[in-house]
């Protein structure tokens, strides 16, 4: 981080020079060197964050995230199967039923009459 810091300030510096003296060659180097410096600086950051997440995916304990989709599951009314990768939803309640039969109701009839128009 010092390194690109240091970079950074020393394409400022030189920037500032090729502005003053309105060289416009010496500003295309300089801004050439500023979007390398950009691009390297992506790599890295890339590098670092794909570390990160390889740590952090390894670290986890399988008991912890298996306790956590337990939880989650519990809380919107789905049942785990003994194969965690598939979920079962919970059976609907009657009034969630009559509600959407009284919503379908409510669009057929509007469809009607937007075709008696």
Excluded at 12 to 39: C, G, I, P, S, Y
Excluded at 87 to 101: C, N, R, Y
């Amino acid at each position: 981080m010092r390194q690109v810091t240091r970079s950074m300030s020393n394409i400022v510096v030189a920037m500032d020079r090729a502005m003053k003296d309105m060289n416009l060659e010496k500003m295309t180097q300089v801004m050439d060197q500023f979007e390398k410096q950009f691009e390297d600086m992506d790599v890295q950051t890339e590098y670092i964050e794909s570390t990160i997440n390889t740590t952090t995916a390894l670290t986890t304990p399988q008991g912890e995230v298996d306790d956590l989709i337990g939880q989650i599951a519990a809380e919107h009314g789905l049942e785990l199967t003994e194969e965690l990768g598939r979920i079962v939803p919970a059976e609907k309640t009657p009034e969630v039923e009559k509600t959407a039969t009284e919503e379908q109701d409510v669009l057929s009839q509007r469809l009607a009459r937007l075709k008696q128009m």
